[in-house]
Structure formats: C-alpha cells, structure tokens
C-alpha cells in the first residue's frame, strides 16, 4: 500500500513537474539544447565554410595544376582595383539553399576524387568539355546569379565602359535576352573545343 | 718602311679598339644615353586603349590595325576568340568588320568553305596599337587610293 502511495506520489511528483517545470530546471533544459544547436549549427556551417575557400578548392592537384594556374593569368586574379573572385565567388552560391544543393552535388565530386577521374592533365582535358557545359547550364539557369553578386547591372556605367561592351550590354543584356555567360565564357579558365557551342566558331 | 706601316697601323688600331672598350659612356640610342654600367630606368609601361575609331589604312592589302584591347583573347586549337566577333556567322551581332574573302584563301587561291589555316591565328598580321609616341619620324605616304584627298 505504502508502496503505489510512493509510487504514484512519484509519478504524480514528476507529472507536477512537467506541468509546473521548477525555473531552474528548465533554464538548463533549454541552455543546454541551445549549445548543442549552437555548436551543430556552427560547426556544420563552419565545415561548409571551411570547404568553401581557395585553399579547399585547389587542395587536391587536379584543381591546383589545371584550372588553377590558367585563372591566376585572368583578370579576376589580379587587376587595377585589387580585388579578387575566388573559386567558390563563381561556382558557390551564396544564399544557404542554393549552396546547400551545390555542397550536396559536390559530394558527387569527391566521388570523382577518389576514383581518379581526371587525375591526370589528359584525363582533365578529355572531361573538359563535360564540366564546362555543365557549368555553362547552371549559369544559364540560374541567370549568371554568382556573376550578379559582384556586378550589377543596374551600377555598370556606360560612359566608362568601353564601345563594344555598352552596345552588347544596354541591348541584348538590358532586355534580358542574354545573360553574363553566354557572351563571356572563358573568362577564368581555357575553353574546352568550343565546336557546336552557340557563338562560337 | 711597308712593315713599318703596318706596324704603325696595328698600334693605331688597337688604341683605337682600346679606347672603344674603354669608353662606356655616351652611347645613344633610341631610348636615349645611358652608361652601360648602369641600369636604365624603365620607361612606364604603354597603354593600349579599350576602344577607339578604327584605324586608316595606309596602302592595299594592308592587315588592319586592331581598334580594341585583346588582352585575354585566346587563339588556339579549341576556340578562336576572334571569329566570335569576326567570323561571318557572327559578325551581325557583334557588330565587327567582317573578315574579307582573303582569309579564305589557300596560298594557291584556292577558296575553302571556312577559314584557311594560314589566316586562322589572326594576331600574325593584326596587331593592337598603345598610345606609345613614335620614337622616329615616319614620312611613309599613304598610297592615293586611300588617301582621302
């Protein structure tokens, strides 16, 4: 008898509880939780960081001796102003969902890593077609949204632009008939064989 | 008195050569004098304007002058950055000159049905121009069918 008396006074203490939670408690319930998200959040945030500098993206020497050497003679290596894009600048969305699907296909990269896909400059060569275009539809689609983080449309000024650029730009650009990447590809690193590539020879 | 001659001649000549060694300064050249044991300050590097009127041309056949900048325009097997402006499918939209029937030509006049090797590396002939004064005077005259007078 005493017993259950115990028993249910224990349950009936604990249901108490949760009804009524002492401060206390829960203060430490609820800092708890927040560190752990803090420290999740952050250290997943820090991770897709930490992948999404320079020195990631030509840690392994495929990047390093190809694409690499060929963007540090581009203008958006070294210029007047001084400032740089960098690897993810141009192929890492900013905005965390589109960079999430981007991390999410470059899981698929790894893969290529760890299989050899172009671990040999002729091995690159023969995929660079494949890459290329596929980075041109990705552009294409998102209507060169990484090229749009650093220049905008709307603050070019045609008087210090040079003749040819303001007659393509307040034209075919302006009215959104074209988008950054189909005039300017290559910008950043050799063309593939551009035969069959709309605008090109 | 022939030995002597030659004698007296060859002590001539090697003071002469002597003195030419010896002396490194005065030399003038084009970029003006400076003593040999010295480094010449460099002049500041030319600019080659983005865009400009495209140049006259001074006698027939005459590659023309590049009106434009052309830094990072590549040429080579997999793409002709040119002929994306230049070619004749292109040149509409591009609103460039487009390249003359001679870029189609074999050296035995033969008319190909796209651009003839020998004109496809396009800065062979056409060269950009900086805002570099002349360092001579040219008298060269444009021939009269381009002379415009």
Not at chain 1, 67 to 82: A, C, L, M, P
Request: include cysteine; proline fraction near 3%; glycine fraction near 6%.
């Amino acid at each position: 008898m005493a017993n259950t008396t115990t028993k249910r006074g224990l349950i009936a203490r604990y249901g108490a509880l949760l009804k009524r939670p002492s401060t206390v408690a829960m203060g430490v319930i609820l800092a708890l939780g927040f560190i752990a998200g803090v420290v999740f959040w952050g250290g997943f945030n820090t991770a897709l960081e930490m992948t999404n500098t320079e020195t990631f993206c030509i840690g392994c020497h495929e990047m390093e001796d190809n694409v690499y050497q060929e963007y540090k003679e581009t203008i958006h290596y070294s210029n007047r102003s001084g400032v740089r894009a960098t690897c993810p600048d141009c192929h890492v969305p900013k905005d965390w969902t589109h960079k999430i699907v981007r991390k999410i296909q470059a899981s698929q990269e790894v893969w290529g890593k760890l299989t050899g896909f172009i671990n040999t400059r002729d091995k690159f060569l023969d995929h660079r077609k494949e890459m290329a275009l596929r980075e041109w539809q990705r552009m294409k689609e998102s209507d060169s949204r990484e090229c749009r983080n650093c220049h905008n449309f709307e603050y070019m000024d045609f008087s210090e632009q040079g003749k040819r650029s303001v007659s393509m730009h307040s034209t075919a650009l302006a009215s959104g008939e074209k988008t950054c990447i189909d005039c300017h590809k290559g910008i950043a690193h050799h063309l593939p064989d551009m035969d069959g590539v709309e605008g090109w020879h | 008195m022939k030995k002597l001659a030659t004698l007296l001649f060859a002590v001539l000549a090697s003071c002469l050569a002597g003195t030419a060694i010896s002396d490194t300064g005065g030399l003038n050249s084009l970029r003006g004098s400076t003593d040999l044991d010295k480094v010449r300050q460099a002049d500041d590097m030319k600019r080659i304007p983005r865009d400009r009127e495209t140049f006259e041309r001074d006698y027939l056949h005459q590659p023309p002058l590049i009106p434009h900048q052309v830094r990072g325009y590549v040429v080579d097997l997999n793409s002709n950055k040119c002929l994306s402006c230049h070619s004749w499918t292109n040149y509409k939209k591009s609103g460039a000159t487009k390249i003359s029937m001679t870029h189609f030509a074999t050296r035995d006049g033969q008319t190909l049905a796209d651009v003839s090797p020998r004109r496809y590396f396009c800065m062979q002939c056409h060269v950009p121009q900086s805002d570099a004064k002349p360092l001579v005077d040219n008298s060269f005259k444009t021939v009269d069918a381009l002379d415009g007078k």
